[in-house]
């Protein structure tokens, strides 16, 4: 009987693997939403400036991670801020992540939903997924974030196939008139703060801390692993505004899927149907991870951190977060509403958790070293 | 303790298994199921006005079998409907996937395709790049009479608009469902698409319809068509017959360049021709220089009135197919809204210029 060791730690991970990891968690689900929400080409810029903000919070992160605390792992939390308060900081994280995790996880099954399976039971399309990402948290940290490096290289060559639109003759530069915004109004800031908690999940990283060993150069990998990102949104949306013209952009609900039903394959028809489980890989990853946090988590509010970790522990952590999926699904999803108040929440818990946790961390620091 | 940890030991095998076991079993998630030889994976649809402001929807079955083939109508309110209706009439079931071609009836495309565009458009399993196309007169005639002649008829006419699509032939405008709804949601351009006529034996490329929006209102001649064509983004014919001067230009491309005044009162647009002449009918000693020059001189502006009666006959449509408005877009200001550029459209002066550089195959020397 081999032990339990799903938080055992043999050999540190580089800058490499933080760089991946910033970059795919950035690319969770909003990616594939947010050019029908941005629509005015000008909006570029506001990509622009929301990765200049992102930048700004990996510089702070960096400054923790270049500190003695995050080797220590829960240690150094405890030694920052004392037990009790890291149990109530955990118990805010862990409703942030469950409410980023439901709206993830919604989201990609109204893709699949919309695309692949139209008549099948949501609930499947729920535990499926569940189920695989629980499978996978099993292997470990370790392998989890070793496993960052096939997700990145499964996924990113997506982003070429658009590149076609550019030379197709779909449309002209005047598509992305005006290119300096004419006025800038309320919805312009409201998907300006879209854009920056879409950017959120590094902050998720600092729970990696003892695994992620980027001291020599954090805030170089990590800059890197953000530039990536700005890149992918400015050609995603940039192709779409291109590709869609402006107001009817703002009719499609998910713009990167439905660009990739115009390819034409002489092989098979739907190409999209083939896509749509390619950008599945990144999101199973992000779950697979967010599980493993939220078990880990769930340890600290309980006080058990000290303990070794038990799978049934682990396996009745996914149960209630499926069952919370599956819940939020069931009676607050498909309303009227429809994913609006999830999604607002998320919005306004990734921004805040994005730009918070860094300063928190980085202020810590600071009142340690000088009391 | 030990149960469980068996148990996760063998966790993929599980979900192998049990994924084996509900794709097999009766109890799937899935209540769609696809048998080859139970499919009708139909190729073009033709609309048209039904009575009592009903559509009326016919298409041809079996699509690609070697069974005899028959042409289907129904009568229905919903565009669904009629999948429903051909369902229950016909022993295969239909499918949507292979649909490449929707013919749309003159009558019905003049009261507006919004609605049935929409429904296409949405339908994730229907192919954005489905050829869209206005028919005058009765299809359902011409498929009735040609069915015994040409059975692979719908596969036939599927080719000839992949053929004129790819690589711009150049010949005939093709539109497909992306760019069509592309236009109608576009900021001042109309759509365009082609229209044919149809008759008992024949199936004649006509030229091209303009929309408002999503409503048909007038439609070039043959003639004026290929200079749409060259305006157009297309920019390329292959032959360009002018019986009135008893010559056909080969090989003919176009440059255009288009001008918008800063007030919007004027638009210039110079069109470059470049191609040779490929047929000569006329009187003229085409070997002399100075004839070859007044024959130049007059297909000139010929093709200057050609250009302008065409511009002005979508000003006095209001529309704008080519895209003109666009030119009113500038980096940094913003844009006008499209009564405003309608309104510029209808009032504004047009300069055209031709400049003609056509060849014959011979020599042409000063004196002959």
């Not at chain 2, 032939?169 to 709804?181: A, S």
């Amino acid at each position: 009987m081999t032990p339990f060791s799903i938080f055992r730690r043999t050999t540190d991970y580089g800058g490499l693997y933080a760089m991946l990891l910033v970059n795919r968690l950035q690319m969770v689900y909003f990616a594939l939403v947010i050019p029908a929400y941005l629509v005015q080409p000008y909006m570029i810029w506001a990509i622009f400036a929301a990765g200049v903000l992102s930048q700004l919070n990996l510089w702070l992160l960096s400054k923790w991670f270049a500190s003695r605390y995050p080797e220590q792992g829960r240690g150094g939390f405890v030694n920052l801020f004392g037990g009790t308060t890291l149990r109530f900081l955990a118990a805010i994280g862990l409703v942030a992540l469950t409410v980023k995790i439901i709206v993830i996880t919604l989201g990609y099954t109204d893709i699949i939903q919309q695309f692949i399976f139209p008549t099948m039971n949501r609930t499947w399309l729920i535990l499926f997924p569940a189920a695989l990402a629980c499978f996978i948290a099993m292997h470990g940290m370790e392998s989890l974030i070793r496993f960052v490096v096939i997700a990145f290289l499964c996924t990113f060559w997506i982003l070429i196939l658009f590149l076609y639109f550019w030379f197709a003759g779909h449309g002209s530069i005047r598509d992305l008139y005006p290119i300096l915004p004419p006025s800038w109004s309320a919805g312009d800031w409201n998907s300006l703060l879209l854009l920056f908690s879409s950017l959120s999940g590094p902050e998720y990283l600092v729970c990696l801390a003892p695994w992620l060993n980027p001291r020599r150069h954090p805030l170089k990998y990590m800059s890197i692993g953000n530039t990536m990102t700005i890149l992918e949104y400015l050609v995603l949306f940039a192709t779409a505004v291109i590709f869609y013209g402006p107001r009817y952009l703002s009719t499609i609900r998910f713009p990167v899927v439905d660009m990739t039903r115009y390819f034409q394959s002489p092989i098979f028809e739907r190409i999209d149907i083939f896509v749509v489980p390619i950008h599945m890989i990144y999101f199973i990853y992000a779950l697979s991870l967010f599980l493993l946090l939220f078990f880990g988590g769930v340890r600290i509010v309980a006080n058990r951190a000290n303990r070794p970790p038990v799978r049934t522990a682990f396996l009745v952590c996914c149960a209630i977060v499926t069952a919370a999926i599956a819940c939020a699904d069931e009676w607050s999803w498909e309303s009227k509403v429809r994913l609006n108040i999830w999604q607002d929440l998320q919005i306004g818990l990734g921004a805040a958790g994005y730009a918070v946790v860094p300063l928190l961390l980085v202020v810590a620091i600071r009142r340690k070293g000088r009391a | 303790m030990l149960e469980v940890v068996r148990a996760t030991k063998w966790l993929p095998l599980f979900l192998f298994l049990g994924s084996v076991c509900v794709a097999v079993s009766g109890c799937r998630p899935l209540p769609q199921k696809n048998t080859l030889e139970e499919l009708a994976p139909v190729i073009f649809w033709s609309i048209d006005e039904g009575t009592g402001g009903k559509l009326k929807i016919s298409t041809m079955v079996p699509p690609l079998i070697q069974e005899p083939k028959k042409l289907l109508t129904l009568q229905v309110d919903l565009l669904e409907q009629g999948t429903k209706g051909f369902n229950l009439r016909y022993d295969r079931e239909w499918k949507l996937g292979q649909l490449r071609i929707l013919l749309i009836s003159e009558s019905l495309a003049r009261k507006g395709i919004g609605s049935i565009i929409n429904t296409l458009m949405t339908n994730p399993e229907i192919s954005q790049r489905l050829f869209l196309a206005v028919v005058k007169g009765d299809f359902d005639r011409y498929v009735g009479s040609q069915l015994k002649e040409q059975s692979q008829l719908d596969y036939a006419l599927y080719r000839m608009f992949k053929h004129y699509e790819r690589k711009n032939q150049g010949e005939l405008t093709i539109v497909n469902l992306h760019q069509f709804m592309k236009k109608v949601y576009s900021r001042y351009s109309d759509p365009v698409l082609p229209i044919f006529q149809a008759d008992e034996a024949d199936f004649v490329y006509e030229g091209s319809a303009f929309f408002k929006r999503d409503r048909l209102v007038a439609n070039t001649d043959k003639s004026k068509d290929q200079m749409f064509q060259l305006l157009s983004n297309r920019h390329v014919l292959k032959l360009f017959p002018i019986p009135r001067y008893y010559t056909t230009i080969g090989q003919l491309r176009s440059k255009v360049r288009w001008k918008l005044s800063r007030d919007h009162s004027e638009l210039s647009v110079t069109v470059a021709l470049r191609g040779r002449i490929q047929e000569y009918r006329g009187a003229r000693n085409l070997y002399k220089r100075s004839e070859l020059g007044a024959l130049k001189k007059e297909i000139q502006s010929w093709l200057e009135q050609q250009t302008r009666a065409l511009l002005e006959s979508m000003q006095r449509e209001g529309v704008d197919p080519l895209q003109i408005g666009d030119l009113t877009l500038r980096p940094a200001s913003k844009p006008i809204d499209r009564e405003e550029w309608l309104q510029e459209w209808r009032k504004m002066r047009l300069n055209v210029r031709i400049d003609l550089n056509i060849q014959p195959l011979t020599k042409v020397s000063g004196e002959f």
